[in-house]
């Protein structure tokens, strides 16, 4: 006894319905149930602009701030040693 085998074709079909950047996390790039007008697109754009903005100027305010208290340590530790 023989058995033939035939190849029917394919058995499932897939279907793009998202394109996220990252894995499960960040923007999303392309959601096939979502539509955005450009209008949208270009709104969001700008608003994460400004929100990495935002970001940046608060982590330089930090930076900063820590500066100058390391400043103000070195100041400290060279008058100390000058002192008599």
Do not use: C, H, W
């Not at 394109?19 to 923007?27: H, P, Q, R, T, Y």
């Not at 970001?55 to 008599?84: A, D, S």
């Amino acid at each position: 006894m023989a058995v033939r085998l035939k190849e029917v074709g394919p058995r499932i079909t897939l279907k793009l319905l998202k394109i996220e950047e990252g894995i499960n996390d960040g923007k999303v790039l392309f959601d096939a149930y979502v539509s955005k007008t450009e209008r949208k697109l270009i709104a969001l754009r700008k608003g994460e602009r400004i929100e990495q903005k935002r970001l940046r100027k608060k982590e330089q305010r930090k930076k900063i701030v820590l500066k100058r208290k390391e400043n103000k340590k070195g100041k400290k530790r060279k008058n100390n040693g000058k002192e008599k």
